[in-house]
């Protein structure tokens, strides 16, 4: 990789880091559930990579040995993600009617 290569990924990535955190400090608690299912898209493409970086046949040791540590890393990431957003959601599922009203009667007695 030549220095003008590693600059202009540097620069992409730094004004990425920049935008992405605000963007998200900007986002409403009600907007995160589908923000999580977004980065969670996302990290499905990191193990798409992982798996194309491991599966290289010229590929080095390091190559496949990060690669292989980049798709577990991915799939933790997936799967909290996943288990966070399904709890997100429970969040918003309406009780049944009679259970909220511990021991009251229907007048209120």
Do not use: Q, Y
Not at 59 to 88: P, S
Request: aromatic share 10%; charged share 15%.
């Amino acid at each position: 990789m030549t220095l003008e290569t590693f600059l202009a990924a540097f620069t992409v990535f730094t004004l990425a880091v920049f935008i992405g955190f605000e963007v998200i400090s900007k986002v409403p608690p009600t907007l995160h559930t589908p923000l999580m299912s977004g980065s969670n898209a996302i990290s499905g493409i990191t193990i798409v990579g992982a798996l194309v970086a491991c599966s290289e046949v010229h590929a080095g040791k390091i190559t496949v040995w990060l690669g292989f540590f980049a798709l577990i890393l991915a799939t933790i990431n997936v799967v909290g993600g996943f288990l966070v957003t399904d709890r997100m959601l429970k969040m918003f599922v309406k009780k049944p009617r009679g259970a909220g009203a511990a021991g009251r009667t229907e007048k209120g007695e």
